[in-house]
């Protein structure tokens, strides 16, 4: 469910500015390159250049954006090489993760794991790009935090913070060499089948749909990036 207007006013500042700095950095508002002007933050939001600083602090601790001496700070680039090694890396722990988790998580995590493959589905149906990145983390975080491995759930965490941009970028771009709602129903389907493997403890079994998973979104990220060239079939030859 996402938060009420009373629950994010009680948080406190420097929390309210990094959700409000990171949602522009994941919706690409601010994107790769951007400078981050913390002037216009502090008027936008009505906080403090404090709390704005102290969120630019966590989000560079994050590697989402960079402080560039003398300039302030800019939003990390998204390059083929950090593509590249993301993927790489998400593949090694997420296989890990999904071992784990099928040994050690809890009844109650996997209870998590169908609510929010639940509320996935529906934001999937909806368009709601932004909650389906979001919610999508949170569902893969429930999966990190039920390995009961601390380095793991760091790792990952960050991993998934460094994902988001590259997820709402491409999901919310339509593309007619991609069909999203397949996309969707596919990546619903492998969450469902994880729960289900997890209730039954099969670490085998949770490895080979959480790498054909991430197979799955690197192929979407793919056809983004290097778009089909099949458009340019009905361009008459010189």
């Known amino acids: 469910m ?27 508002k601010l994107g790769p390159r951007d400078q981050v002007d913390e002037e216009r933050l502090a008027k936008t939001l009505s906080i403090g250049r404090t709390p704005i600083r102290e969120a630019l602090f966590r989000l560079n601790a994050e590697n989402l954006v960079e402080p560039v001496r003398g300039r302030g700070f800019f939003v990390r680039d998204i390059t083929l090489d950090s593509i590249k090694d993301l993927f ?19 009844p109650d995590q996997i209870e998590d794991l169908e609510r929010i493959n639940h509320a996935l589905g529906e934001a999937w149906d909806k368009k709601n790009y932004l909650r389906v990145t979001l919610l999508n983390s949170r569902f893969h975080g429930i999966i990190y935090q039920g390995t009961d491995n601390s380095f793991l759930i760091s790792y990952l965490g960050n991993l998934q913070l460094q994902s988001q941009r590259l997820a709402y970028m491409c999901f919310s771009k339509p593309l007619s060499s991609y069909d999203i709602e397949s996309h969707a129903e596919l990546a619903i389907k492998d969450h469902q089948s994880l729960i289900d493997l997890f209730k039954q403890g099969a670490d085998v079994e949770a490895v080979k749909v959480i790498s054909e998973h991430v197979k799955l979104f690197q192929r979407r990220i793919n056809h983004f990036i290097l778009p089909s060239l099949d458009i340019l079939d009905a361009v008459s030859p010189l």
């Open 2 to 28: 996402p938060k009420k207007k009373n629950q994010i006013k009680s948080l406190p500042l420097n929390e309210i500015a990094y959700q409000k700095i990171k949602e522009r950095i994941v919706t690409l």
């Open 88 to 106: 790489e890396t998400m593949l090694i722990l997420e296989r890990s993760a999904a071992a784990l988790a099928a040994k050690r998580i809890r």
